[in-house]
């Protein structure tokens, strides 16, 4: 059964990276996506996914008020993968207090065209740890 999965980050061109890299893998299906917060949380009240891929920096609602409301709304896991959220930083650290399973840092900024080719195969691990898959 595949595990449905809603993309949230600001940027139209990271959330389809973000998706192309995670449905690159059978077991996952990306069901929605949405560009801030406020329109993450309508998504994942309407789309009950199983995991949440989650940017911080965005307007009108950033990742953590959104992961905040969230934990209200659904036990979908949440991973963030954001430009701020670097390795021991106050944001990182933050994101996992209010529940988020794994924090992965984009790895040239907000833009991240290279984010498959850095960082892709740590996103399919920790969506495939984070839904409960074995490793592939």
Same mark, same amino acid.
């Given at each position: 059964?595949?595990?449905k ?12 990276l ?7 893998d ?7 996506n949405a560009?801030n917060g406020i ?6 009240k309407?789309?009950k ?8 920096e965005?307007?009108?609602?950033d ?5 905040k ?9 949440v991973?963030?993968?954001?430009s701020?959220?670097q390795? #021991?930083?106050p944001?990182a650290?933050? +994101?996992?207090r209010? %529940?988020?399973?794994? @924090? &992965? $840092?984009?790895?040239? #900024? ?5 984010? +498959?080719?850095?960082? %892709?195969h740590?996103? @399919? &691990? $920790? ?6 898959l074995?490793?592939?």
């Amino acid at each position: 059964m595949t595990k449905k999965i809603v993309v949230v980050d600001d940027s139209y061109i990271m959330r389809i990276l973000i998706s192309n890299i995670v449905t690159a893998d059978p077991d996952f299906e990306v069901v929605g996506n949405a560009s801030n917060g406020i329109k993450g949380l309508e998504a994942i009240k309407e789309l009950k996914p199983d995991l949440v891929l989650l940017d911080i920096e965005m307007p009108e609602m950033d990742g953590l008020e959104c992961l905040k409301r969230l934990k209200l709304i659904s036990s979908a896991k949440v991973i963030i993968i954001s430009s701020v959220a670097q390795t #021991g930083s106050p944001q990182a650290l933050e +994101a996992r207090r209010l %529940g988020a399973v794994d @924090v &992965i $840092a984009k790895p040239s #900024g907000a833009m991240s065209l290279d984010l +498959a080719q850095k960082k %892709g195969h740590d996103i @399919v &691990i $920790a969506a495939r740890k984070a839904t409960g898959l074995p490793p592939a």
